[in-house]
Structures are given as C-alpha cells and as structure tokens.
C-alpha cells in the first residue's frame, strides 16, 4: 500500500469538487455540521461557499505514533454552533470516511441528541476508503486500496511552537515609515 500524499492545492481542489458535487445533486440543505478536527476546514468552506450555518462536533479517534494509531472514539458533549436550534437538513462533513466508524456513532449520536430537529442528513467526505463499513452520500475519491492520507496540515502535529522561533538576523523593515 502507497501513502497518498496531497498539497494544500491539492486539499482545496478537493473541497471545490465536493462542493461542485453537493450543489449538482439539487439537494437544499440548512445546516453543516463539521467533525472537528479533520473536518473543519473542509466545513468552514462549505459554510462560506453554501452561506449556510457551521456547527461543530469534536470527535477524537487517532493519536499515539504520528497521530495514526486509531484508538476509541470519544465524543464532545454538545455541538458547538451560532444558530438556535439545529436545522432540520443537514450536511454531515469529515475530510475521510476510513473505517466508517466514527461517521456511523456520529449519525447514532445526532439522533438521540438532536433527533427532534432533524428529518435529512446526508454526508460529505473527500476521501472515501473502499474498507469503511459506511458509504458516504457524497464523496471526490473512492480509495480502493486504502492508503494512509498525509495531508498538508500534518507537519503541525509533529511541531512544536519553539521551531517556530529563530534566531533575529536583521530588524524587521517598517514598510509603513518608507
């Protein structure tokens, strides 16, 4: 199996296509909930593109080595969101659905906690492994031989704040006073 590597071109493109796609299924929706943390950039597209409301829910599944050892799910309280209420459509979105767990107790959570509100949701991923027990509504890729996803925001989870810092060479230059 070959790790597939993507740049932020790349990562961008790929939610302008499932953007693209969302849009030519004619389906109206009137809320995105994100999965925090993998899917809240392709959530915060979304929301800017649709001008439609973001929630957020923070799930954890991954950590140990290089953030890659998939442990239980853990789930935050509540959704984080601006609106309300809930909106009775909505659009479900991660970066990836790999093992299909996390988007299956996802979809189970939102109905006992929010059930009331909601009569659709669909999901929405960019990656969508062919070993995932759940198949997600819409999805770019379908990965077949399920390769490990390196995308460009992972250099953030090996660093730390101190290699940020360097050493001062020359005093920064004030444009404004020229």
Request: glycine share 6%; with cysteine.
């Amino acid at each position: 199996m070959v790790d597939l590597h993507v740049s932020w071109a790349e990562y961008y493109q790929k939610i302008e296509a499932l953007a693209a796609q969302i849009y030519q299924s004619n389906w109206q929706f009137n809320q995105i909930i994100c999965l925090a943390k993998g899917g809240l950039r392709v959530g915060d597209i979304l929301s800017r593109i649709y001008n439609q409301p973001l929630a957020i829910l923070a799930t954890s599944s991954y950590g140990g080595l290089n953030n890659q050892v998939r442990g239980s799910i853990t789930f935050s309280h509540d959704l984080t969101m601006t609106t309300a209420n809930l909106g009775s459509h909505i659009l479900l979105v991660d970066d990836l659905v790999d093992s299909g767990v996390t988007l299956e107790r996802t979809l189970t959570w939102l109905d006992r906690k929010y059930g009331f509100y909601v009569e659709e949701v669909r999901t929405a991923v960019l990656w969508y492994k062919a070993c995932s027990s759940i198949a997600p509504d819409y999805y770019v890729d379908h990965l077949l031989d399920n390769p490990w996803i390196h995308q460009p925001f992972e250099k953030y989870e090996r660093m730390n704040p101190s290699e940020l810092v360097t050493p001062a060479i020359a005093p920064p230059v004030n444009r404004q006073a020229q």
